[in-house]
């Protein structure tokens, strides 16, 4: 059974950075797509980055320039990169994947458990 690890969250202060990943547990096949999601209390989940295969990203407006995904497939883990974060990005950061499993070559999108950054001085 294929799992989705996330890590990296916490409390930061304003202008600061952390750095959340995304470990995949279990044997796939590929990554083929992958984003980092968030939601904030009182707020619908919303996009922040998103990635495929072929190395196109998408960033929401309010974290462009701010904000990396990025992924190693040495170690099928899918990072985002926080920088200059501000208070209106705490959050419940989660991952999302999907994935060829190996065995099955089933496609399979996986949602991690998230991860709460805080921003506060």
């Known amino acids: 059974q294929v799992q989705l690890v996330e890590s990296g969250g916490g409390l930061v202060q304003p202008g600061g950075s952390l750095r959340l990943s995304c470990a995949i547990s279990?044997?796939?096949?590929?990554?083929?797509?992958m984003g980092w999601y968030r939601q904030a209390p009182g707020k619908e989940r919303e996009l922040v980055a998103s990635?495929?295969?072929?190395?196109?990203?998408v960033y929401a407006d309010s974290v462009k320039g701010r904000f990396t995904i990025s992924r190693d497939n040495a170690k099928n883990t899918v990072y985002l990169q926080m920088n200059m974060l501000k208070p209106e990005d705490t959050a419940v950061y989660y991952c999302?994947?999907?994935?060829?499993?190996?065995?099955?070559?089933?496609?399979?999108?996986?949602w991690g458990q998230g991860t709460l950054v805080t921003v506060s001085s």
């Open positions: 999302n994947i999907r994935m060829v499993v190996a065995g099955t070559w089933r496609s399979l999108e996986v």
């Open positions: 279990g044997s796939i096949i590929s990554i083929d797509a």
């Open positions: 990635g495929i295969s072929g190395g196109t990203t």
